[in-house]
Each structure stands twice: as structure tokens, then as C-alpha cells.
């Protein structure tokens, strides 16, 4: 058995190594030539709840000629869920600034432009749109957390800068400029008691501005948030648990069966993992927040592995209780 399993590996070795040495040397990321030397982004907070966005990018483009530019805005963010509508674009320098859109997975993409026209050298562009379920409600006060400018540019921006403005005074508003998730702060220059501009230099491909804004209770009608129905967010590692539970079944079907108590406890310890994994949503998110994670994968392996040894030793008593019969 030995010497017919090393032969395969073997050969399954050989072409691995081959395949690692015939791939190319990792080059040098390239320097990318076309820019956002400005971007400037309006948020108008609107008492109805509504986010009114105005972005103006002037873009450079490469030498060789582009057909426009492409936006894209968040409307998922995990479970949570965003309305992007009303949109529309425009051009101060001539160029193509026909809007289109796409839904993707988390993003609604906007391409701005013409795919029949070309664009060479500095242009600008105005995207406008407006924002719903964007604010979360508190106890005490409405919260908006959004990326003014999102880390999906693939360019460096140059000079970007965001101002937020209010239908009420402003007595807490923040913004943080980077990478996703980081912490650097932006600097912020209060404009009367209605509106602050956040600004931010020399920023890489893939950073962004995300603002952080704290209105008084019922200062703008602010709704629940909107989460997405359930779904699947299993990895590999909870479809393999559920994979060994599935096998183990089939084992103890031909095998032993073990006894009734330990397939009782095993089936409630995985009720509780499916428990706890759905009610960490829930309770965090609301009830139709909650997604079928690997803690509901090992929790249904359990119940599935506990049913089946409840089940074999049934069957397994009732057949030893026919065999002691026939004897006697």
C-alpha cells in the first residue's frame, strides 16, 4: 500500500515544483501615472434624513487616453445596507459625464463618461446623489459614519477635502483619512456653528476619508437601519466540521452504536452553538441581521453526529432486546 501512494505524491510533487519555478519573479508594483490632483466632497445633512452628496474630481489622465471615470459608493457594508439614488454628473471642462450604473455586490458603481470618446489630460467632474439609511439612531443622539471618499480609487489624490454641513449646529464631527480602518486624524477647520471642512494631503491608491457625525436626538428623522436578510457565511473550516459530522453518521450506522445519552448531549451542546451564533446577530443587529456562520455549521454537525448515535443506539438495544427474545 505504501509503495503505490508514494508514486503519486511524488509525481504531484514534480509538477508543483515545476509550476512554482515557471512563475514569472514578482515585479515591481507599477508607478501609476494618471492622478486625482483634487477631490472635494459636500455632504448636506437634510432634516428629512436624507445625505445629499456633491463630489467634484479633477482627474489627470494617462497620455494614451481614457473613456471616463469610475465611482464606486458603498450600499453594503457586512449586513448593513445603504440607498444610493438620484444620481447624476457633469463635466466643468467639456468632457463625456454621462452617469451609469451598476449594482455590485457592496458597491454601486458609477462610471462617468463616454465609452465611444476618449479623455487626455486634466479633467473635471461633478457626481451628485443622494444617501439614505445612512444615520443610526441612539438613545441619545443620531450618528452618520461615512467614507466621504472611498479606499476604492486605484490613483493618489492629491489635495482632497470634505465639508459636512448641518441643519443644526455641529458639536461633534470627526474624520480619519487612510487605509481601511485607520485612525489618522484629518485636519478640521470649523466653518460657523453649521459646517466643518475636513482636509487631508498626498493620499496612496486605496486611502480614503470616512467622517464620523453626532446630531441631537430628532435633530433629522433618522430611520432605523436597514440590514440584509440572512445569509451563508460559512468558510471551509465550518463546511469541513459538517463534512466529518456527515461521515461519522455513516460510521456509526455501521459500526457500535454508542448510547443514547451521549448522542442527547451531543445534539444540545449544537443547539447551543446555533443558538448563541444566531442571537450575536440579532442582538447586535437586529433579527434579520443574523447569517449562517461556522458556529451554526459545527452546531448543526453536532445535532446531525448527536442525532444519528441517539438513533444507533435505539436501534441497537431494540435489536439486542429481538436477539435475547429469540434465545429464550
Request: aromatic share 6%.
Amino acid at each position: 500500500m505504501r509503495g503505490r501512494v508514494r508514486g503519486p505524491v511524488t509525481a504531484a510533487a514534480v509538477v508543483l515544483a515545476t509550476m512554482v519555478l515557471l512563475l514569472p519573479a514578482a515585479a515591481a508594483a507599477p508607478v501609476p501615472r494618471e492622478s486625482i490632483p483634487t477631490y472635494d466632497v459636500v455632504l448636506t445633512l437634510g432634516r428629512d434624513g436624507i445625505v445629499r452628496v456633491r463630489e467634484t474630481i479633477t482627474y489627470d489622465f494617462d497620455r494614451g487616453g481614457e473613456h471616463g471615470i469610475v465611482r464606486r459608493v458603498p450600499v453594503r457594508r457586512a449586513n448593513r445596507l445603504y440607498d444610493v439614488r438620484d444620481v447624476s454628473a457633469g463635466s466643468s471642462t467639456g468632457a463625456p459625464a454621462r452617469a451609469r450604473t451598476m449594482r455590485l455586490l457592496n458597491d454601486l458603481q458609477i462610471t462617468v463618461g463616454d465609452r465611444h470618446r476618449e479623455v487626455r489630460g486634466r479633467q473635471a467632474y461633478v457626481i451628485e446623489y443622494a444617501l439614505a439609511w445612512a444615520f443610526t439612531p441612539y438613545t441619545d443622539h443620531d450618528e452618520l459614519v461615512w467614507d466621504a471618499i472611498g479606499t476604492s480609487w486605484d490613483v493618489p489624490i492629491g489635495d482632497a477635502v470634505v465639508r459636512v454641513e448641518s441643519p443644526v449646529p455641529l458639536r461633534h464631527a470627526t474624520c480619519r483619512a487612510g487605509a481601511a480602518g485607520a485612525t489618522t486624524r484629518c485636519l478640521g477647520v470649523r466653518d460657523g456653528r453649521y459646517a466643518v471642512d475636513f482636509s487631508q494631503s498626498a493620499l496612496a491608491p486605496h486611502e480614503g476619508m470616512t467622517v464620523r457625525v453626532r446630531l441631537p436626538k430628532h435633530a433629522v428623522a433618522a430611520v432605523p437601519p436597514h440590514y440584509a436578510r440572512p445569509h451563508w457565511a460559512g468558510t471551509w473550516a465550518g463546511s469541513a466540521v459538517l463534512a466529518l459530522a456527515l461521515a461519522a453518521v455513516v460510521l456509526a450506522a455501521r459500526g457500535a452504536a454508542p448510547h443514547r445519552r451521549a448522542g442527547a448531549a451531543l445534539a444540545a451542546v449544537g443547539a447551543l452553538l446555533i443558538v448563541s451564533d444566531v442571537a450575536d446577530d440579532v442582538l447586535d443587529r437586529g433579527p434579520w441581521a443574523f447569517s449562517l456562520g461556522d458556529r451554526t455549521l459545527a452546531g448543526l454537525a453536532l445535532v446531525i453526529a448527536g442525532a444519528a448515535a441517539a438513533c444507533s443506539g435505539t436501534s441497537g438495544t431494540a435489536r439486542y432486546a429481538a436477539d435475547a427474545a429469540r434465545w429464550d
